[in-house]
């Protein structure tokens, strides 16, 4: 029995190690994705109550379209380190949600099982998603004593800013190898976005800035490249 096991042992190593090797370590590519953003609550306010200024859940989501790049590094043939960035160059801009052109780079790993002509992977990049066009609170100074109460206030200075979210990149890949050089890629996943604190400016002095703490976003993306291997 125990020199089956030993011969069983040895066909088994064999018959991976030469597989492992073949596969090129590393590989560069380009892909086509798609983001669909679920907007951030938004502060809304009609200029008159302050009552009326509030944070509300967002309206919605938007897509959007992107082209970028691939570097892979594969460790074994199950495991393999990745850095990703995509530009999406559509520029927006959306109330509450940060605007401009939108950028985005996730670094981290794919695990799974690669067989001759397929394989199939799970993958956990964290990173960041940036925005070009970020309200910003650049400064705050005081108003006063003013008013019948002799009040003083605070007021902000605004300006726009580019802006980076820390994000994580939580999903599934399947290749096809058309040949040792080539592979083709299709990527879904939940691309997690922590906003920062946004701050806006108020319409009456009592409340000159109004803020929407920190939250997380989850977003459905769909990526699909073509690579070479060498």
Not at 66 to 89: D, H, I, K, Q, W
Not at 221 to 229: D, E, L, P, T
């Amino acid at each position: 029995m125990r020199t089956v096991l030993c011969i069983l042992t040895l066909l088994l190593v064999s018959s991976t190690v030469p597989a492992q090797r073949e596969v090129p370590r590393f590989e560069i590519g380009a892909q086509f994705s798609l983001l669909s953003l679920q907007r951030p609550r938004e502060i809304v306010g009609n200029g008159q109550d302050p009552c009326c200024d509030r944070v509300v859940p967002g309206n919605g989501k938007r897509t959007e379209p992107g082209v970028g790049g691939r570097f892979t590094y594969n460790l074994t043939s199950s495991l393999a380190f990745e850095a990703e960035g995509n530009l999406f160059p559509k520029n927006e801009t959306d109330g509450s949600m940060p605007g401009g052109r939108m950028f985005q780079g996730q670094f981290g790993i794919k695990a799974g099982k690669r067989f001759q002509k397929v394989g199939i992977f799970g993958k956990v990049r964290p990173g960041f998603v940036g925005f070009t066009e970020v309200s910003k609170l650049l400064s705050t100074s005081t108003i006063g004593p003013s008013g019948p109460l002799n009040q003083v206030f605070t007021v902000g200075t605004f300006g726009t800013r580019k802006d980076v979210y820390f994000s994580t990149d939580l999903g599934g890949v399947v290749e096809f190898y058309p040949s040792r050089r080539i592979v083709t890629r299709f990527d879904v996943g939940d691309t997690i976005i922590r906003y920062g604190i946004f701050h806006r400016a108020g319409f009456i002095l009592s409340r000159a800035i109004i803020e929407r703490g920190p939250e997380t976003k989850h977003n459905l993306q769909f990526s699909a490249g073509v690579g070479f291997r060498f």
